[in-house]
T-cell receptor, first 114, second 112 residues
Framework: DGGITQSPKYLFRKEGQNVTLSCEQNLNHDAMYWYRQDPGQGLRLIYYSQIVNDFQKGDIAEGYSVSREKKESFPLTVTSAQKNPTAFYLC?????????????FGQGTRLTVV | KNQVEQSPQSLIILEGKNCTLQCNYTVSPFSNLRWYKQDTGRGPVSLTIMTFSENTKSNGRYTATLDADTKQSSLHITASQLSDSASYICVVWGQAGTALIFGKGTTLSVSS
């Protein structure tokens, strides 16, 4: 089955540690996105990538880093510089340049700093 | 600045009643608008897509409308069910090479 997979579903991190969230898709989509969602708030864009080896900062990129070495994978690293990392993180992918573009989402990773 | 604004922020209705959610956008140029449903702790799932030339589209009990002149869309839910309790997110795509723009969503609670 084609889809987009995030792992792990739940993640706990100690303060001061970096942690990497995985996002893999087998939909052959060029574009991939990372969003953060906090309680009572909408989705906020962290980073997005339109093609392999290229990515752009979103609205809240500080304290995060990404890589896009393969079309299928877009891992997000939450660094110790992110002051308030506890949140629900969503990864999405879509076709580029199509007027009927739809974003397909993973099931999310809930990160908690302990 | 490209923005998507949704209203109301939250809504509580009785089972069986109808409701309408609103989405206003300033994204230009405009390619399409999608309504997503997000259950708590899950990823959003697409309900319907509206392109520039479409005014109304239905998906079961969900009916979306689009007025491209006033840059407004609505999502009407008829005969609500308890399973309709979720966040409903309006997402607008402008042009190739740009990211999707998300509204903050409307949280709908359907009670018995």
């Amino acid at each position: 089955d084609g889809g987009i997979t995030q792992s792990p579903k739940y993640l706990f991190r100690k303060e001061g540690q970096n942690v990497t969230l995985s996002c893999e898709q087998n939909l052959n989509h060029d574009a991939m996105y990372w969003y953060r969602q906090d309680p009572g708030q909408g989705l906020r864009l962290i980073y997005y990538s339109q093609i392999v080896n290229d990515f752009q900062k979103g609205d809240i990129a500080e304290g995060y880093s990404v890589s896009r070495e393969k079309k299928e994978s877009f891992p997000l690293t939450v660094t110790s510089a992110q002051k308030n990392p506890t949140a629900f993180y969503l990864c999405a992918s879509s076709i580029r340049g199509n007027r009927n573009t739809e974003a397909f989402f993973g099931q999310g990773t809930r990160l908690t700093v302990v | 600045k490209n923005q998507v604004e949704q209203s109301p922020q939250s809504l509580i209705i009785l089972e069986g009643k109808n409701c309408t959610l609103q989405c206003n956008y300033t994204v230009s140029p405009f390619s399409n608008l999608r309504w997503y449903k997000q259950d708590t702790g899950r990823g959003p799932v697409s309900l319907t897509i509206m392109t520039f030339s479409e005014n109304t589209k239905s998906n079961g009990r969900y009916t979306a409308t689009l007025d491209a002149d006033t840059k407004q869309s609505s999502l009407h839910i008829t005969a609500s069910q308890l399973s309709d309790s979720a966040s409903y997110i309006c997402v607008v795509w402008g042009q190739a090479g740009t990211a999707l723009i998300f509204g903050k969503g409307t949280t709908l609670s359907v009670s018995s």
